[in-house]
Nanobody
């Protein structure tokens, strides 16, 4: 059974940091590209960051470049998102997604809430 379980969200002040984790099981993690997405209230889900299966290349949404860093551990089957200098507009439900290729399969976690507020 495929599972993606996000954790590490919470309430943080502007300028603060959080590290999100995504624990994967039920599929061959090292063969999948992994992504972080987020969805703010009343907004569409948007791409945040991604990393290919080997971990040798990553990309980011313009809004988070220089502040967020994606990483993965293919031994522990874990995906991470280090978020620094958080802003109010980073407030959202953050999801991890596994991608088996351009046509899938795709697997989603249930998300972890990040709230940036003073």
């Amino acid at each position: 059974q495929v599972q993606l379980v996000e954790s590490g969200g919470g309430l943080v002040q502007p300028g603060g940091s959080l590290r999100l984790s995504c624990a994967a099981s039920g599929f061959t993690f090292k063969d999948y590209a992994m992504n972080w997405y987020r969805q703010a209230p009343e907004k569409e889900r948007e791409f945040v960051a991604g990393m290919i299966s080997t971990g040798r290349w990553s990309n980011y949404a313009d809004s988070v470049k220089g502040r967020f860093t994606v990483s993965r551990d293919n031994v522990k089957n874990m995906l991470y998102l280090q978020m620094n200098n958080l802003r109010a507009d980073d407030t959202a439900l953050y999801f991890c997604r596994a991608s088996g290729g351009p046509t899938g399969p795709y697997y989603w976690g249930r998300g972890t809430q990040v709230t940036v507020s003073s």
